[in-house]
């Protein structure tokens, strides 16, 4: 009889790991439950020897005469997205699942995710289960999209969570392009009136700097800030300046990303940041909103999909991108394994609103958890939309005020001086 080794959760939500004879792999997977385990990964275990070392030596001369394509870059989430909905429909229709994965490997043009699934097919041919297959290629499939596979294949509703994974995805996408669409505008604007003053400084306030000379005035004080400002942005302020201000302007948007990066590398700056920008008025509000429907759907998709509550809020804080949050969701899953409730330290931690906290107290109470965590996601995904439209109705007055500004004491720094002149000259006409 063949020997499956699994892994599963215990009652106090720790892993274990073990090995059982049956069958075949739903038999497996009912003596695991009837030890009061929950299994989520179950694997038959091959005998080494010649045989698998023949099969090993074919698979790699398969692999070698296939071959990889070169590319360059990753997988993109709207090319995984379509794939993934595309498998679920396959599978649907009860095509055998390596079968699935060369039709779909066989479809894709020369990319990143065609090397992928040649990967993956060659895995699962070779007898790996799907979900450790994909694990095999996190760059493209990550913690949560494995796990929710595992349960699939688990319960035997692979099509279905496929099809959850993908609107999953989806709307995930639909949240981002919101963001990112908004900030688009904003951040043109700013980039093009850089441009258009850092020019103005270069080329234009040299001249009347020439002309102010030539007529000896006696300059106003914003006008000699603004010159000195033109002097360091064309690199003649003193002699000791290595580099034009120009090249500093140009290329702070780069340092600053850089810089921006390099502290979320570490764990105190990457705290830090998180807790700054949540506090940032209007901006803060719209990612705290965009932070909750991201992580209430996603443990709300893991819960519905079967994988264990504990391992769901574990995925779900490695998968949420922000400290304040994963600080939240390792304090609940602190409560849960002790037998407590998940609303009581999400409140506590004051990362929610005070409704989301409810909702989910509802839920445990229900039995709907996932359902009512589902909920919460759809509905701060409209407010983010209104977050979204908030932040772009302060921001264009707001920008209208500062371009002004410049142009005022642009404006002012150079016709003051002039009109000064015309006094000189009227009086000395006069006499």
Same mark, same amino acid.
């Given at each position: 009889?063949?020997t499956? *080794?699994?892994?599963?959760?215990?009652? /106090?939500g720790k892993?274990?790991?073990g090995?059982? =004879?049956?069958?075949? *792999?739903?038999?497996?997977?009912k003596?695991?439950r009837?030890?009061g385990? &929950?299994?989520?990964?179950?694997?038959?275990?091959?005998?080494?020897?010649?045989?698998?070392?023949v099969?090993k030596?074919v698979?790699?001369?398969?692999?070698?005469?296939?071959?990889f394509n070169?590319?360059?870059?990753g @997988?993109s989430?709207?090319?995984?997205?379509?794939?993934?909905r595309?498998l679920?429909?396959?599978?649907? /229709?009860g095509?055998?699942?390596?079968?699935?994965?060369?039709?779909?490997?066989?479809?894709?043009?020369p990319?990143a995710?065609?090397?992928?699934?040649?990967g993956?097919?060659e895995? +699962?041919? !070779?007898?790996? !289960?799907?979900?450790e297959?994909?694990a095999?290629?996190?760059?493209?499939? $990550?913690?949560?999209?494995?796990?929710m596979?595992?349960?699939?294949? +688990?319960?035997?509703?692979?099509? @279905?969570?496929l099809q959850?994974?993908?609107d999953?995805?989806e709307?995930?996408?639909?949240l981002k392009r919101?963001i990112?669409g908004?900030?688009i505008?904003?951040t043109v604007?700013?980039f093009?009136?850089v441009?258009i @003053?850092?020019?103005?400084?270069y080329?234009?306030?040299?001249?009347?700097?020439?002309i &102010?000379?030539d007529f000896?005035?006696?300059?106003?004080?914003?006008?000699?800030?603004?010159?000195?400002?033109s002097?360091?942005?064309?690199?003649?302020?003193?002699?000791?300046?290595?580099?034009?201000?120009v090249?500093w302007v #140009?290329?702070?948007?780069?340092?600053?990303?850089?810089? &921006?990066?390099?502290?979320?590398?570490?764990e105190?700056?990457?705290?830090?940041t998180?807790i700054?920008?949540?506090?940032?008025?209007?901006l803060?509000?719209m990612?705290?909103?965009?932070?909750?429907a991201?992580?209430?759907?996603?443990?709300?998709?893991?819960?519905?999909?079967?994988?264990?509550?504990l =391992?769901a809020?574990?995925i779900?804080?490695?998968?949420?991108?922000?400290y304040? &949050?994963e600080?939240?969701l390792t304090?609940?899953?602190d409560?849960?394994?002790?037998?407590?409730t998940? *609303?009581?330290?999400?409140r =506590?931690s004051?990362?929610?609103?005070l409704?989301?906290v409810n909702?989910? $107290? +509802?839920?445990?109470?229900?039995?709907?958890?996932? +359902?009512?965590?589902?909920?919460?996601?759809?509905?701060?995904?409209?407010?983010? $939309?209104? *977050?979204?439209?908030?932040?772009?109705?302060l921001?264009?007055?707001?920008?209208?005020?500062?371009?002004?500004g410049? @142009?005022?004491?642009?404006? #002012?720094?150079l016709?003051?001086?002039?009109?000064?002149?015309?006094?000189s000259?009227s009086?000395?006409?006069?006499?």
């Open positions: 009889m063949p499956f *080794a699994f892994e599963a959760i215990n009652n /106090a892993k274990t790991t090995s059982i =004879e049956a069958g075949s *792999a739903e038999e497996a997977i003596k695991v009837a030890q385990l &929950f299994p989520s990964g179950v694997k038959e275990q091959k005998i080494s020897g010649s045989g698998g070392a099969a030596k698979r790699d001369t398969k692999k070698k005469k296939k071959g070169f590319v360059i870059g @997988v989430t709207k090319k995984l997205c379509l794939f993934t595309q679920s429909t396959l599978q649907d /229709a095509l055998p699942l390596l079968r699935s994965l060369q039709i779909l490997e066989s479809q894709q043009k990319s995710l065609k090397n992928v699934l040649q993956v097919a895995e +699962v041919e !070779s007898g790996t !289960s799907l979900s297959s994909m095999k290629f996190p760059k493209a499939f $990550d913690r949560l999209y494995t796990k596979v595992a349960a699939g294949e +688990v319960g035997g509703v692979l099509d @279905v969570i959850r994974l993908a999953f995805m709307k995930g996408q639909r919101r990112i908004a900030l505008y904003p604007v700013i093009i009136a441009l @003053v850092t020019g103005i400084m080329f234009v306030i040299p001249k009347f700097q020439e &102010f000379e000896d005035v006696e300059l106003p004080k914003l006008t000699l800030m603004m010159i000195d400002i002097k360091w942005i064309a690199g003649t302020s003193s002699k000791d300046q290595v580099v034009p201000g090249i #140009l290329a702070s948007p780069v340092l600053i990303f850089l810089f &921006f990066k390099l502290v979320r590398k570490t105190p700056g990457r705290a830090i998180d700054v920008i949540l506090r940032v008025p209007v803060g509000t990612l705290r909103k965009t932070a909750i991201r992580f209430t759907r996603t443990l709300g998709t893991l819960i519905s999909a079967g994988v264990p509550i =391992e809020i574990i779900t804080r490695d998968t949420s991108g922000n304040v &949050f600080k939240a304090k609940v899953h409560s849960i394994r002790e037998g407590e998940f *609303a009581g330290p999400l =506590e004051k990362v929610c609103d409704i989301v909702m989910i $107290d +509802v839920g445990e109470e229900t039995g709907d958890l996932d +359902v009512m965590l589902m909920k919460i996601a759809d509905n701060y995904d409209e407010e983010v $939309d209104v *977050a979204v439209a908030s932040l772009l109705s921001l264009e007055p707001f920008m209208v005020v500062v371009l002004g410049i @142009v005022l004491m642009i404006v #002012l720094a016709f003051l001086p002039l009109v000064s002149m015309i006094e000259v009086n000395t006409s006069k006499k």
